[in-house]
């Protein structure tokens, strides 16, 4: 053996035997390296971002091979319809709340407050401009206190609510000291006295509803107890009290207690507030007080703060008599006997009622009950006079629809709804498989952009939020997730709420009741296979880019076929993007598509710039 060695060794190379294996190593690291390079197949768009990106983007925009950027071939089909800008005075463009359509319905029960939707033909389809000077809204918590003039341009709040500590301006900022009409000494140390009555500091208060809610300070500042609250006001005289709540960085949608029900299932929250909210509680035979039930867990709490409470040292204040206010407030009490809600607390100009457990634990006589067999089929559903009835119990001290565990024992815990088997086709073991999947594709997300779960994406919507497994597993201080249910999908939006999350029903067909850029991230799964035969795709995503931030990041999951469709439309909306590999690899049907939304504003010729 070793003499053949040997005899081997001393064997001199030809230099075209050299030659040939340099040649063909050369070769195989070329094809082997060609795959990832800017000129072979697996190149996508380059996700480049204009001058005034942040440009954090792009490096935590981290394509890993196993997540193969997958090119589109298109040759024979037309080019991408572009988009134009709109004019520049659809720079606070709210399709379903624009105050020309609103004039022309009934002022009666604040009807022309509620949702009008533009009919197809008069739908916009150009892109809306921000203001210009916009900017990136401040980080969470400084953005509760500050948000920048140039983005919510309007300083009417800071005149009409100047004693009453909602809002100042200063410099090329507004401050919000956390005031309000009801507590002048701070949204503080008014939650502090209703922690007092309530147990808010344990977990068992996590979801809140504020009912005409101004710029929402105190939901800003429920945040930090671990309180998520929904907050709503009307597109009213008061400019822009919503979109500087969102621009705060506090949950907010444009909404009114009118005559349709309000988009959010039965049972949801645990604690409601009026704070001078004026909406007239004892008109229509307690219809908005009835509705209030409806959406009030069983155990929750409601507080109101202004009129008719303490109507003894207000009176002359809010120009009404003695006898009147004291009429509205016993009128109040009956309506609450009469929803078994029992009054807890009353002091100075706070009263708390808390709902009984069951309808065991309460005594009605001669009520109206709800006729619906479905009570959260609510969609521009009329609202009605009548008590939503209690799940029914066993016992006297059982929890009508289920006991919950306290936050954030409950984020993870499987829903009494689902436990009871009252989601079609979900069971426990499912559910519990959801929050896997989830979880392992919020990794990937975080692979693709490190930024995510960071307070640079401080408002996040899920447009499909199924069980709310994404919010779930972003669930942090940090951010917090809009979870919408599609009116056309199956409606788990109570088991969101069980979770301790916050959410509401919409149609995507239509606008979302909010101001443009006023969404930080929006994440959308299937939304576009189930809407794909019921409206436009295009409409739907002219929606996400009115409401998305300059700068704001979209994550679309769907089958390759849909994202195809859709790559193309977005390819004319100023935004950059990149289709993507499932991240179980390139033969599963479902794809990524990731984009990131350009900067540009709004210029004064109807047209806008880039560069501007």
Known sequence: MGSKQNSQGNIPRRPLSIFLIIALCCFSYIMGSWPRSGFGKGDGIALEIGKQTDCNIISNLDFEPHHKVVKISEPSLPKAKVFKPCDIRYTDYTPCQEQDRAMKFPRENMIYRERHCPPEKEKLQCLVPAPKGYMTPFPWPKGRDYVHYAN???????????????????????????????????????????????????????????????????????????VLAMSFAPRDNHEAQVQFALERGVPAVIGVLGSIRLPYPSRAFDMAQCSRCLIPWTSNNGLYLMEVDRVLRPGGYWILSGPPINWKTYYKTWQRSKKDLQAEQRQIEKLAELLCWEKKYEKGDIAIWRKKVNAKSCQRNSVNVCKSKDVDDVWYKKMDACLTPFPEVTSKDEVAGGKLKKFPARLFAVPPQIAKGSVEGITAESYQEDNKLWKKRLITYKRINRLIGTTRYRNVMDMNAGLGGFAAALESQKSWVMNVVPTIAKNTLGVVYERGLIGIYHDWCEG?????????????????????????????????DRILRPEGTVILRDEVDVMNKVKKIAGGMRWNTKLMDHEDGPLVPEKILVAVKQYWVGSSGNSTSRDE
Not at 200 to 224: F, H, N, P, Q
């Open 152 to 226: 919510v341009p309007y300083k009417s709040l800071t005149v009409e609510k100047a004693v009453q500590n909602w809002v100042q301006f200063k410099g090329d900022v507004f401050k919000f000291p956390g005031g309000g009409t009801m507590f002048p000494q701070g949204a503080d140390a008014y939650i502090d006295e209703l922690a007092s009555v309530i147990p808010i500091a344990d977990g068992t208060v996590r979801t809140a509803l504020d009912t005409g809610c101004g710029v929402a300070s105190w939901g800003a500042y429920l945040l930090k107890r671990n």
């Open 512 to 544: 979302f009741s909010t101001y443009p850029r006023t969404y930080d991230l929006i994440h959308a799964s299937g939304v576009f296979s189930l809407y794909q035969n019921k409206c436009q795709l295009e409409y739907i995503l002219l929606e996400m």
